[in-house]
């Protein structure tokens, strides 16, 4: 299984997940410096009201020559497959044959005040009809969520299978992607035990199905806070887990998060409230987030290595000067090859 095992410094993977509030200049710039610095991939989330996803991409595909591109995550309610499919071949092609297609079930469906209508079958479908078209194929599907009709196919592309990777925190995610995908991605972990345990999620679905790990990639992606001033990296890095600690559920109860600390995050995020904000912890920002400076990184890494991971995505605008922050990763990432 690639991203978990023995090895040294030198065997570990590292990939980069932008998101969409960066300037737009921006993104060629950064994909060419982490392509320098060793990265081996460069995703965009797909998220609502943030950039889309694909045009960066394409920027990003054409500024760089090996490391390989694609949405991290994208979701099949939000676009249909077919409109997936077509992004997918197109960036395929531009890009030389790196796109890697990473898609889950979504959120944020209340932005458009839709009822979360996720399922994983839909998900099993949808990642079905995506690589028929991408195969080019002509033959209908009659899913249960997606479906396709008789048509000429995708008439364009170049027939290629790019890996699929699930964004999933869960047991039953986790065991689709065994079965039928190439690998998982599970965001906002920075602290070890959570992914410790969805390698074994991992490994018992592998012997349940019979499926061989090698080539399956599982990535551990944290979000990043960073700047040579750790100060001022780690209290603008606690305003953004004020954003994202109430909707983390069962990954709260696995850290045992308080529901007081979690309510005092609501408060912040939505009221700012100065006096809530206060009362996140120290240790739970630890838990998410590469908070702080070069130490606090070359920390985290080594705490991962120890613990038999090999891939590593950073997540985010990466710390308040996002090029800077590329700078403090890479310069770690040169010391430990």
Known sequence: ????????????????????????????????????????????????????????????????????????????WFQQPIVIAMNMAHLDELSGGRAVLGIGRGSMYEFVRMRDPSTLVGLEEAVAVIRMLLAGERAEFDGKVFGLGPGPGLMFG????????????????????????????????????????????????????????????LITENWTFLHPDRELARRQARRLVANFLPHLGFMNDFYGVDADEVEAARAASIHGDAEALARIREETIDLFMAAGDAEDLRKGLDRWQASGFRAVSFSGALGPDTLAALDIIGAELARRR
Request: glycine content about 12%; proline content about 6%.
């Open 1 to 76: 299984m690639t991203g978990t095992g023995a090895g040294g410094a030198g065997d570990m993977w590292y990939g980069l997940q932008l998101h969409g509030n960066l300037d737009i200049e921006l993104y060629p710039e950064i994909a060419r410096r982490a392509e320098a610095y060793g990265f081996a991939d460069v995703a965009v989330h797909d998220a609502p009201l943030r950039r889309p996803c694909w045009p960066l991409l394409c920027d990003i595909a054409r500024a760089t020559s090996t490391v390989a591109v694609g949405p991290d995550v994208t979701h099949p």
């Open 158 to 217: 170049s027939r290629r299978r790019p890996p699929v990777h699930f964004g999933t925190h869960g047991r039953n995610g986790v065991r689709l992607a065994v079965r039928i995908a190439d690998g998982v991605r599970v965001a906002g972990q920075w602290a070890t035990g959570y992914m410790e345990l969805v390698r074994r999620w991992v490994e018992e679905a592998a012997a349940e199905f019979g499926r061989d790990l090698s080539g399956f990639e």
